[in-house]
């Protein structure tokens, strides 16, 4: 399995600032994934993190809001940018714990212990 | 993408009893996945079952999987006060899932003592 964290483990911001997210694993990993859960609910899918290339953005969200960077096989980063009081959630990073040709479609998600954002 | 529905939304029983919690999804899977979150904190990866697996083990934990129907079943036997948490299933879909997981709206179990 693997071992994930996530800088900040949480913050309160002032709105129209942004934030941005760590997300580090212990091992190379091909597919990083964020996730957004706001208070109550479950998780939702915001974006693919893509090695070397533009994450891809799940429907409702876009770039410009979330820019997203994976440098690496071990490293990405999420920023909430111009923050509203809607922003308020907890953001998680997860992985599916393999990287290159030993990926098959059944791979267990490990997730982060998460980011805990209040947007004032 | 939709999310699936679990029920019951909320659960309470008394430590050493039996807690059943159900999944409905509505595309075609690769797999099923149960996660554990206490208090708003991390998800724990509970247990994976594939599309072509019926029921699946993992000690007190007993996962039931109906592709026709398009559910699941979580039964967790035995519990205990450290049972207490939401309880969400996530399903990777087919085709072209990309290992994606579209959640389900969870399940709040609470064991007491």
């Known amino acids: 399995s693997a071992v994930i964290s996530q800088k900040p483990s949480r913050d309160i911001c002032q709105r129209g600032t942004s934030l941005t997210i760590q997300c580090q694993v212990d091992?190379?990993?091909?597919?990083m994934f964020w996730y957004r859960q706001q208070p109550g609910q479950s998780l939702t899918l915001i974006a693919t993190?893509?090695?070397?290339?533009?994450?891809?953005?799940e429907s409702g969200f876009v770039i410009d809001k979330f820019p997203i960077s994976r440098p690496n096989l071990t490293f990405s980063t999420l920023t909430v940018s111009n923050m509203s009081p809607e922003d308020s959630s907890i953001y998680l990073c997860?992985?599916?714990?393999?990287?290159?040709?030993?990926?098959?479609?059944?791979?267990?998600?490990?997730f982060g212990p998460g980011t805990r954002l209040l947007v004032l | 993408s939709q999310q699936g529905e679990e029920d019951p939304q909320a659960l309470s029983i008394q430590e050493g009893e039996n807690a059943t919690m159900n999944c409905s999804y509505k595309?075609?899977?690769?797999?099923l996945q149960w996660y554990r979150q206490n208090s708003g904190r991390g998800l724990v990866h509970l247990i994976l079952?594939?599309?072509?697996?019926r029921e699946k083990h993992s000690g007190r934990l007993r996962v039931t999987l109906d592709t026709s129907k398009k559910s699941s079943s979580l039964l967790i036997t035995a519990s205990r006060a450290a049972d207490t948490a939401s309880y969400f299933c996530?399903?990777?879909?087919?085709?072209?899932?990309?290992?994606?997981?579209?959640f389900g709206t969870g399940t709040q179990l609470k064991v007491e003592l």
């Open positions: 993190a893509n090695q070397g290339s533009e994450a891809t953005y």
């Open positions: 595309t075609s899977i690769n797999n």
């Open positions: 091992s190379q990993v091909t597919m």
């Open positions: 079952i594939r599309s072509n697996e």
């Open positions: 997860s992985v599916d714990g393999l990287a290159g040709a030993l990926r098959t479609n059944q791979e267990t998600q490990y």
């Open positions: 996530a399903t990777d879909e087919h085709p072209g899932g990309g290992n994606k997981l579209t």
